[in-house]
């Protein structure tokens, strides 16, 4: 493997860690923040849900409109954990220019990936149990389109003038 592709995994990878033990220490403080505040029944009522740092920054919110989000201290969302429209499950993680978008929906399972200025560049998705995998270039365009259907595999290649270059199986 390519040194820098492997240190770039390895630094993904301790990022991941990291991410999973702060969401777990903020779910645990959540917990016990809405046990120490519930009234005598054990319930907390309210719309939305404030964490704040020791400066007073709102750095974890819970609003049954947007899900759960979690924000760094400039106040921007790095995380948000909520449900679509149609009642399925999302998570979205936003680097500085680039995000992470993972949905389940009444297809399937699908991960998007988006670069700096927030246009799709590849999406990795199960649409009626047949995994796909698509890159798209900086306008949007797609590149690549890689899939098995029907038992089958598919792939095709596209130029810059948006061509097929190359496709498996061959076109009749």
């Known amino acids: ?23 777990l220490a903020l779910l645990l403080a959540a917990l016990g923040a809405l046990l120490a505040g519930a ?17 007073g920054r709102v750095r974890v919110l819970l609003t049954t409109a947007s899900g759960l989000s979690f924000l760094d201290a400039g106040g921007r969302p790095r995380a948000v954990l909520g449900l679509d429209g149609d009642g ?34 590849a999406i990795l998705a199960l649409v009626k149990g047949q995994p796909g995998l698509v890159f798209f ?15 089958s595999g598919h792939g095709q290649l596209r130029g810059a003038d948006g061509d097929t270059t190359w496709q498996v199986p061959a076109a009749d």
């Open 1 to 23: 493997m390519d040194p820098a592709v492997a240190a770039r995994l390895a630094a993904l990878e301790r990022s991941q860690r990291r991410l999973r033990g702060v969401v």
């Open 39 to 55: 009234g005598d029944d054990g319930a907390l009522t309210g719309r939305t849900l404030k964490l704040l740092d020791d400066q």
């Open 88 to 121: 399925g499950p999302g998570l979205v993680l936003y680097g500085d220019g680039s995000r992470a978008i993972f949905n389940v929906n009444r297809d399937g399972p699908a991960l998007s990936l988006t670069g700096e200025r927030g246009g799709l560049r």
């Open 137 to 151: 270039d900086d306008q949007e365009r797609e590149r690549v389109h890689l899939a098995v259907a029907g038992g």
